[in-house]
């Protein structure tokens, strides 16, 4: 690939794509999950801890976000920011939207 950047001043992302595209490795390991099925069931397993550990109750998201929300205001007191910093569920939310697959 660094070959190819310098000799033939190929383009990065056009070089991971094609790279990409050959690789066909799936892992047959993964922690202690061995096999395609047992791999499967652990990754399974833990996005749906993942997506079940934020409730969606308001109170305890109101709750959540005051907590982000005095972290943020005591560590720039702590570096002496100017102001303190405060985000909104729905500004948080527009940034992901905004973010690239």
């Known amino acids: 690939m660094a070959h190819e950047f310098i000799h033939n001043k190929a383009n990065f992302w056009t070089e991971v794509k094609r790279l990409r595209q050959k690789s066909n490795f799936l892992p047959e390991i993964v922690d202690n999950a061995n096999g395609v099925q047992p791999v499967c069931q ?3 397993k833990k996005y749906k801890e993942l ?15 005051s907590r982000i929300n005095r972290g943020v205001e005591e560590n ?6 100017k102001d303190p910093h405060y985000f ?10 905004r973010l690239k697959p």
Do not use: G, P, W
Request: with cysteine; glycine share 0%; hydrophobic share 30%.
């Open 42 to 44: 652990l990754f399974a």
């Open 76 to 81: 720039c007191q702590y570096n002496k920011c």
């Open 88 to 97: 909104a569920i729905h500004e948080i939310r527009d940034a992901y939207k």
């Open 51 to 65: 997506y079940n550990s934020v409730s969606y109750r308001s109170c305890d998201m109101d709750c959540l976000t």
